[in-house]
């Protein structure tokens, strides 16, 4: 089976950046694509809309980004529109986020905490993150969830940390109800 589309020109744009030696502008650029995007979820539905022919479709993007966008990110927008992956737009640029990210070191982390943390408590987190992991930098978002109870909930990529209160308590009830059943 072949690689997906999206993994496909994000490797493709990656690799283009890495020998133009343009990755720095054109993460931004990607960025910054990844932005308008998701606050113009009707210019993407034009964008796909079937009865809007691919010249049309190439002429409203040039309309737009000429003047504002790269002769690369023009180049590579044309193409996605050519060959129909508009759609996947925002996960071909996902995947080109996190293939930087890793050339990079740079890992991402999602804590959560049953209340909000002083800035303290985020510099340790940050500094044990960067100590327990192969990363040079951790960026690193903070959100609340009271359900929680306590304690923090830590992901990073597909790993878990869950050191809540409310996972404790979870843990203490499954065992406790084991030994209930074997005391039946």
């Known amino acids: ?10 490797d493709a744009l990656f690799d ?3 020998e133009k030696e343009i990755l720095e502008p054109l993460m931004e650029e990607v960025a910054a694509m990844r932005q308008i995007l998701q606050e113009n979820p009707s210019f993407c539905r ?4 079937p ?3 691919k010249d049309e479709k190439e002429k409203l993007l040039m309309d737009i980004f000429q003047g504002r966008a790269s002769d690369t990110m023009l180049g590579f927008l044309k193409l996605i529109v050519e060959k129909e992956h508009f759609r996947e737009l925002p996960e071909i ?6 293939r930087y990210m890793a050339f990079h070191h740079i890992g991402a982390a999602v804590v959560t ?3 909000e943390l002083t800035e303290k408590q985020k510099q340790q987190i940050q500094k044990r993150l960067l100590e327990t992991t192969s990363y ?3 960026r690193t978002e903070y959100r609340v969830d009271p359900s929680l109870l306590g304690g923090i909930v830590i992901r990073i990529g597909d790993r878990v940390v869950d050191g809540s ?20």
């Open 1 to 10: 089976m072949g690689k997906l589309a999206k993994t496909v020109y994000a």
């Open 16 to 18: 283009l950046a890495e």
């Open 46 to 49: 034009l964008i796909v809309h």
């Open 51 to 53: 009865q809007l022919h």
């Open 93 to 98: 640029f996902e995947q080109f986020t996190q």
């Open 113 to 115: 905490s049953a209340m």
């Open 136 to 138: 040079r930098e951790v």
């Open 165 to 184: 209160i409310k996972n404790k308590l979870d843990q203490l009830t499954r065992t406790l109800s084991r030994l209930q059943l074997a005391t039946d």
